[in-house]
């Protein structure tokens, strides 16, 4: 089972995002935070697999909070998830720690692959930004 904490302001995507991945059977939603700040205190308390982290959210953006956590040091994955596909914050997201980057208008066929390939080590971009980037391929 793969441990998965949802990090993104709108409770709308949340809520969507777990039905989601729970409909899978080897995801297991194991909290949300609605901040960068949560995110990372929720990271440390629950150890996830994979965070999946939105860009833009209040008192600590997703890329802040992916640099706490990569200077922590610890065994989590983080996969962006953002309707941003602009090859500037793609790369300061990749730059922060990120594993992966999946464009929100594509989470329904990118997220599941994107959270498989997280949790092999492997770097998933979603298609649409793929091109964008070619020197991460």
Request: hydrophobic letters at 50%; one cysteine or more; aromatic letters at 2%.
């Amino acid at each position: 089972m793969i441990r998965i904490l949802i990090a993104d302001d709108h409770a709308g995507v949340r809520m969507g995002l777990r039905l989601l991945l729970e409909q899978q059977g080897d995801f297991q939603v194991v909290g949300e935070a609605s901040d960068g700040i949560e995110a990372v205190d929720l990271a440390v308390q629950l150890m996830p697999d994979v965070v999946l982290m939105d860009i833009t959210m209040p008192r600590l953006d997703g890329n802040g909070a992916t640099q706490r956590l990569r200077d922590m040091a610890l065994p989590i994955k983080v996969l962006i998830l953002s309707m941003h596909s602009e090859v500037g914050i793609v790369n300061a997201a990749l730059a922060a720690g990120a594993c992966g980057y999946v464009v929100k208008a594509s989470v329904r066929g990118d997220l599941v692959p994107a959270v498989h390939a997280t949790v092999k080590g492997e770097m998933f971009l979603s298609p649409s930004i793929r091109d964008l980037i070619p020197h991460l391929e």
